[in-house]
């Protein structure tokens, strides 16, 4: 099984700032296939990033991927209030499907 | 409207057995894998389980094999998961998921709002 670890666990930003969120897979995501979510509290995750590097339908353009092997970024380029969040990598090129525990990016 | 409407949960006793459906609706659901993601009170998330469009393939956690069984019918545009022996740490809100476009495709581009399953005595 492919373990993720995001770091940190929290990032605490303003406004306006970059955030950067890190993902480490324990061996090689075949691939790329490496994928971002957002869940905000009460809500289902949404998918912002496929393939490592692809916005999903909708995505804005604040927000992008990039990586490859094991070692994979999510950078939120100005973060605007409603980015606030906590957000979730996921490899889907080996089974089982598995997810990093989430980094929370909080004001 | 593009959507997932997932139903079903609610409190069982340990050992107990439940099945959750997820009725999906604006696009070909027939054409597509489906999954059920679960997330436990305060926790991170965990793929639970997988289906091929046509029903001809699954997969499934290492948590839940020989207990759970997820099946689809296409004709209803409805996915299910059926839970036997059920624990304690089963508990969490379980989402179902549509799979990207193509088989290789196992993320997930959209998801319902989820439905509670509580594991209590």
């Known amino acids: 099984e492919i373990v993720l670890t995001q770091s940190p666990g929290t990032l605490s930003l303003s406004p306006g700032e970059r955030a950067t969120l890190s993902c480490r897979a324990s061996q090689s995501v075949t691939f790329s296939y490496l994928a971002w979510y957002q869940q905000k509290p009460g809500q289902a995750p949404r998918l912002l990033i496929y393939g490592a590097s692809s916005r999903a339908t909708g995505i804005p353009d604040r927000f992008s991927g990039s990586g490859s092997g094991t070692d994979f970024t999510l950078t939120i380029s100005r973060l605007e209030p409603e980015d606030f969040a906590v957000f979730y990598c996921?490899?889907?090129?080996?089974?089982?499907?598995?997810f990093g525990q989430g980094t929370k990016v909080e004001i | 409207q593009v959507q997932l409407v997932e139903s079903g949960g609610g409190v069982v006793q340990p050992g107990g057995s439940l099945r959750l459906s997820c009725a999906a609706s604006g696009f070909s659901f027939s054409s597509y894998g489906m999954h059920w993601v679960r997330q436990a009170p305060g926790k991170g998330l965990e793929w639970v389980t997988f289906?091929?469009?046509?029903?001809?393939?699954?997969d499934y956690a290492d948590s839940v094999k020989g207990r759970f069984t997820i099946s689809r019918d296409n004709s209803k545009n409805t996915l299910y998961l059926h839970m036997n022996s059920l624990r304690v740490e089963d508990t969490a809100v379980y989402y179902c998921?549509?799979?990207?476009?193509?088989?290789?495709?196992?993320?997930?581009?959209?998801w319902g709002r989820g439905t509670l399953v509580t594991v209590s005595s």
């Open positions: 996921q490899q889907y090129g080996t089974s089982p499907l598995t």
């Open positions: 998921a549509k799979n990207g476009p193509s088989g290789y495709d196992c993320y997930f581009d959209l």
């Open positions: 289906i091929r469009y046509d029903g001809s393939n699954e």
